[in-house]
């Protein structure tokens, strides 16, 4: 149980464009998901928290204009990157957890999705 | 705020061996979360252990444990019997237990990571 899922795992756009990535809690109801973002042989860094039906609360210094967050349901939140650059080539990954109903509200993570940008 | 420190880029091991990755942290706190986090090579995020802050006795799940110092605010994880598998990096992290869901939608705060190698 508690399995999260990302799509794509990979992605490779050209400059300018825009590209979407989903973020799904297969088998719970995710109260909160997370977004991060990690630089080759670097650490997660936080980017947002949503919470269903809500605004995404985004960390000081992330674009909120660049890095859409919609979490529209229960078991799916998407981050959209508006009008790609290479410089936001990464590995993003979500995360998601189900709330206080269960002992240590543990967040459960996605496999993460290459995003490279021409 | 709170910062957590991993001092140590990477490690090695032989296998079977064992081995303990540092990790200290800094916070005002009296009530929050430590977790120690795998990554492999494919990504995936793994959770290895967890600790309560309120809770004296160290975790332990099966050949990982942890150390945990509260008043020097250490967090150590012993990695024994070392296995090939086992190489990967490690991340430790800390999350506030603050708030009136028990935490559940505070953010983790990550340390830089530690990368180990396991030695056939």
């Known amino acids: 149980g508690a399995v999260v899922s990302q799509h794509p795992s990979w992605v490779i756009c050209k400059s300018g464009t825009s590209v979407k990535i989903e973020c799904r809690s297969l088998?719970?109801?995710?109260?909160?998901m997370f977004w991060y973002r990690q630089f080759p042989k670097q650490s997660l860094m936080l980017m947002a928290t949503?919470?269903?039906?809500?605004?995404?609360?985004?960390e000081q210094g992330v674009e909120k204009d660049k890095f859409l967050i919609n979490h529209a349901s229960l078991t799916l939140s998407t981050l959209t990157v508006t009008s790609a650059h290479p410089e936001d080539s990464s590995f993003y990954i979500c995360?998601?957890?189900?709330?206080?109903?269960?002992?240590?509200?543990?967040?459960?993570f996605g496999p993460g999705t290459r995003l490279t940008v021409l | 705020a709170q910062t957590v420190t991993q001092s140590q880029p990477e490690m090695s091991v032989q296998e079977a061996e064992t081995v303990t990755l540092s990790c200290t942290y800094d916070t005002s706190e009296s009530d929050y979360y430590l977790f120690w986090y795998k990554q492999p090579p494919s990504r995936q995020m793994i959770l290895v252990i967890r600790q309560e802050a309120y809770k004296q006795q160290n975790a332990t799940e099966n050949r990982f444990s942890v150390n945990f110092q509260k008043a020097a605010k250490s967090f150590s994880l012993k990695i024994s019997d070392s296995q090939l598998g086992d190489a990967a990096m490690y991340f430790c992290a800390y999350r506030s237990a603050m708030g009136g869901d028990g935490g559940a939608t505070n953010k983790l705060i990550f340390g830089t990571g530690t990368l180990l190698a396991v030695q056939p």
């Open positions: 088998d719970f109801q995710a109260t909160t």
């Open positions: 995360s998601a957890t189900r709330g206080r109903l269960v002992p240590y509200n543990e967040q459960f």
């Open positions: 949503s919470n269903e039906g809500s605004k995404a609360t985004y």
